[in-house]
């Protein structure tokens, strides 16, 4: 049996690091901005699905109007639009990210990486 550290366990000092960064106001603001984006858009979402199971288990007329041809209906066009904003949705994370995600976790990431650059590369 051996009493070696394994080499993917960081140091105390590296970890005292993790912690110093953990508490700081620029991964404190980091925490903040990606909450501030994603959970209102999950309530959103969560929202529109709620009125779109809703709607099609009260509303059945109205789901059942029909809007193109023989075919297409309400409860149709909903069912696609659940698609199309999930992939929006997917769409603004991503811009969102880039402009204010990014940055900061890419700043603290070399913060670490200076003092912590015995671990090898993160990513």
């Known amino acids: 049996m051996s009493t070696d550290t394994p080499a993917s366990t960081p140091s105390a000092p590296a970890a005292d690091r993790y912690l110093a960064v953990q508490r700081s106001d620029e991964f404190a603001g980091l925490r903040r901005a990606l909450r501030g984006f994603v959970f209102p ?3 959103a979402f969560f ?7 809703i709607l099609s288990a009260y509303a059945r007329d109205f789901m059942g109007t029909k ?3 023989s ?6 066009v ?8 999930t992939f929006l ?4 994370y991503s811009r969102f990210a880039d402009r204010r995600i990014d940055p900061v ?3 603290i990431r070399a913060e670490i990486g200076e003092v ?4 090898g590369p993160r990513g």
Request: hydrophobic share 60%; net charge negative; proline share 0%.
């Open 78 to 85: 909903f069912g696609l639009l659940q698609f199309v904003s």
């Open 41 to 43: 858009m999950t309530v």
């Open 89 to 92: 949705i997917a769409w603004l």
């Open 67 to 69: 809007l193109f041809g």
């Open 47 to 53: 929202l529109w699905y709620a009125l779109y199971v």
């Open 116 to 119: 912590n650059h015995e671990h």
């Open 71 to 76: 075919n297409i209906n309400v409860a149709l």
């Open 105 to 107: 976790a890419d700043r």
